[in-house]
């Protein structure tokens, strides 16, 4: 298997050429040249492995479609030392619970973070070490965080050989329960820097030291952003297993509602779905950033600048423009490659907007690829955390609730509609406690935090400053 850029540079590499990188040389995001197809002997078969052997075999029946370069064993023991009881707390890995007779969540958050993050970066850290060993390398992953990102990068390289965290924050405005979870890890790879600014002044340092090449090189300078392929790829698993759970057998179709920011979870379910999964509908659900709804509604992409991206609580998908939307692009454009670059590097740059309502490929945008969208405001959240508790004693977080909202619009007769847990409630109880006037119940396993020592470095907003910590200790 060889992976191709969207924007037709003629480099052809293997997974783990790419697995350490972020884009292609041309600016373009990584795609399999074909996508390996299933068929019905296929599916029954990896659906009788994720009963009867479990998650990681499944993974690992995946993962080897688009892996050719690690040899089997390993990989089969990357899989399984990746997806166990004992991290995800439950035997499925991603179990399925209903919410009524067609609508079911699809638990993907019960990882060490509470997000469903954890699913793909949980086998990153394990394929990165891997990776870095065979190769004799080291890399120092550098990333600027509001929450759930940061910390499942951390939880995921935590003690990992040849690799070292640093990740900046705002300070001061992350919740309570991030800022606890990712600055009480004291392992000796994993930094935390707390910048004194927002957001956007943790990316611009982490821009500005990435594109310092000679500093970049010297000391192996990476990251773990939504656009890394292997990501990706370890999220279309859990399609399979949502999609097993909530049939019997392999004729069946079934729709899924994906929370929404930079694509890259629903573009997993996408590819799924190329695959040869019967999805029907892939419900893209968007909070008031709804630069996607608006795209699948009207075929006009138009990006926000940082001024009119909000702040929503749904923090997770407050984005500016959805990093991984170009790989269904690509796709959509039968793979033009001369028309995606033009659409992303041109367009975009010079007008912040494209516009495909004109393409006769929009048209089979529902047909062919079941992409349907809607977005929620902060008082539809709220309703429909109030409406699940009072009418199921469920509570769910704010992401999976515009999740839930939007999907009850796409229900179909005698299609099970599966939503993404993308978050346990516990990360955003000032919400909840919004909702219904309750915080939700703090995991046994996280009660510790409260009371835990933390570990960071406080810094003024300057590059220099955060160039010198990380040389001071990779030395
Ligand atoms: C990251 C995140 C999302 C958005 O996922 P994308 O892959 O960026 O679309 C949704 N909900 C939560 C809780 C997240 O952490």
Redesign the pocket.
Known sequence: MFYISTRGHSVKKKFCEILLEGLAPDGGLYLPETYPKLLADDLQRCREIYFNKGYAYLAFEILSLYIDDIPHDDLLALCTKTYTEDVFGHRLITPLRKLDDTISILAL?NGPTL???DMAMQLLGNLFEYELLRKNQELNILGATS???GS?AEYAMRGKKGVRVFMTSPDGRMSQFQKAQMFSLMDANIFNIAIQGVFDDCQDIVKEVSSDLDFKKSYNIGTVN?INWARLLA?VVYYFAGYFQATNGNTQRVSFS???????????GHVAKMMGLPVSKLVVATNENNVLDDFFKTGLYKVRDSMSTYETS?P??D?SK???FERFIFDLLQRDSEQTANLFSTQLQTKGEFSLADHPEFLQIREKYGFVSGHSHHAQRLLAIQACFESLGEII?P??ADGLNVARQFVEPGIPMVVLE??LPI?FSDVIHEAIGIAPPIPDKFKHLETSALRFEAMPANTPLVKSFIAKHCA
């Open positions: 958050s997000a469903f993050k929450g759930d990102t499942a939504s999220q994906v929370p929404s920011g930079n694509f890259g979870n629903v573009c997993a749904s997770s998908m984005i959805a990093s991984n977080d992401h999976t993308t978050a990360k």
